[in-house]
C-alpha cells in the first residue's frame, strides 16, 4: 500500500513535467509516452508500427501465474565498459563496448545497450517498481534478448549515480562516458529469473524477443529516481500487454 502510495505521489509531480522531453521522436513517426502519440496509438502512426496493435505476444506484461521449470542459470560474461551515454528523446540509453555476452539454453547473446524507464514496465505479481532496467543483448542473426532489471527505493545505486551525473538533458544528446561503468553495477548479485517471448516495449515493438526477468531488485535512491523522470518526463513505460497463451516460466 505504502508502495503503491508513493507510485501515486511520484506521478503527480512528474505530470507536469512530461511535456517537451516526450515530444520528440528520432527516426521513424514521431510517438510518445501520452496522448495523441500515447501508447494505445502506437499501432495507427505508422504502418511499421502495426504489430504494437495486432501483435499478441507484446511486452510489457504482468509476470503472474507462474510455471515451474528447471531454467539454467544465464552464463553471464560481461567484460566491457559502457562507452557513450544518450537521450533518445524516450529513455537514457548507454551503449556497450562489444564483447561481453550472456548465454541461456545455450544461446549466446551480446550486450549492446541498457536504458531505463520509469515507473516499470513489467509488473510482478501485479506490482510496479519505481525503474525498470532493458539490458539489450543481439546474438549474431540479431535475434534479441533483454534482461529486465527491478529497481526499488533505498541505497543509491553506485553504477546509476556515475550515469547520471554524465546525463545528456536534452533529446538527441548523446556524450561519451568519462567514468567507468559496468552493467554488472546495475544487476543484482544473485541472477535467477523468469522467462517469457515478447516484444519490444517500444515502436516498432517487434515479437520475438526472449524475456529474462531478474526475481530480485536491485536498490537506488528515490533521487536518482526523480533525476530520471526529470529529464525523461514521467511516465516512460509502457502499459502491460495481455499475456495470452504464453507461459511465464519461473
Ligand atoms: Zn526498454
Known amino acids: 500500500m505504502k508502495k503503491l502510495l508513493r507510485h501515486t505521489v511520484l506521478a503527480a509531480t512528474f505530470t507536469l513535467m512530461a511535456g517537451p522531453a516526450m515530444a520528440s521522436g528520432h527516426g521513424g513517426a514521431h510517438w510518445g509516452y501520452s496522448g495523441e502519440t500515447g501508447p494505445e496509438h502506437w499501432g495507427e502512426l505508422n504502418p511499421a508500427y502495426e504489430m504494437c496493435a495486432k501483435g499478441v505476444n507484446q511486452s510489457p506484461i504482468d509476470l503472474t501465474g507462474f510455471i515451474e521449470a528447471e531454467l539454467e542459470p544465464i552464463v553471464f560474461d560481461y567484460r566491457g565498459l559502457a562507452t557513450e551515454i544518450l537521450n533518445n528523446g524516450h529513455a537514457i540509453q548507454a551503449n556497450y563496448a562489444a564483447g561481453s555476452t550472456i548465454t541461456v539454453a545455450g544461446k549466446t547473446f551480446e550486450l549492446k545497450q541498457f536504458h531505463f524507464h520509469a515507473p516499470s514496465e513489467n509488473t510482478i505479481?501485479?506490482?510496479?517498481?519505481?525503474?525498470?532496467?532493458?539490458?539489450?543483448?543481439?546474438?549474431?542473426?540479431?535475434?534479441?534478448?533483454?534482461?529486465?532489471v527491478m529497481y526499488e527505493p533505498g541505497e543509491a545505486n553506485e553504477g546509476m549515480a556515475k550515469l547520471w551525473k554524465q546525463m545528456p538533458h536534452h533529446p538527441g544528446d548523446k556524450e561519451g562516458m568519462a567514468s567507468q561503468v559496468k552493467a554488472e553495477d546495475?544487476?543484482?548479485?544473485?541472477?535467477?529469473?523468469?522467462?517469457?517471448?515478447?516484444?519490444?516495449?517500444?515502436?516498432?515493438?517487434?515479437?520475438?524477443?526472449?524475456?529474462?526477468?531478474?526475481?530480485?531488485?536491485?536498490?537506488?535512491?528515490?533521487?536518482?529516481?526523480?533525476?530520471?523522470?526529470?529529464?525523461?518526463?514521467?511516465?516512460?513505460?509502457?502499459?502491460?500487454?495481455?499475456?495470452?497463451?504464453?507461459?511465464?516460466?519461473?
Open 186 to 250: 546495475l544487476l543484482p548479485a544473485n541472477r535467477d529469473y523468469y522467462r517469457f517471448n515478447g516484444s519490444l516495449t517500444t515502436p516498432p515493438c517487434s515479437e520475438g524477443v526472449v524475456w529474462l526477468v531478474m526475481k530480485n531488485p536491485v536498490s537506488v535512491s528515490e533521487e536518482q529516481v526523480k533525476q530520471f523522470s526529470e529529464t525523461m518526463g514521467f511516465p516512460n513505460n509502457r502499459p502491460v500487454q495481455p499475456v495470452g497463451a504464453r507461459p511465464i516460466l519461473k
Open 125 to 148: 505479481d501485479g506490482k510496479y517498481f519505481a525503474m525498470e532496467g532493458h539490458f539489450v543483448h543481439a546474438d549474431e542473426k540479431g535475434n534479441l534478448a533483454v534482461v529486465a
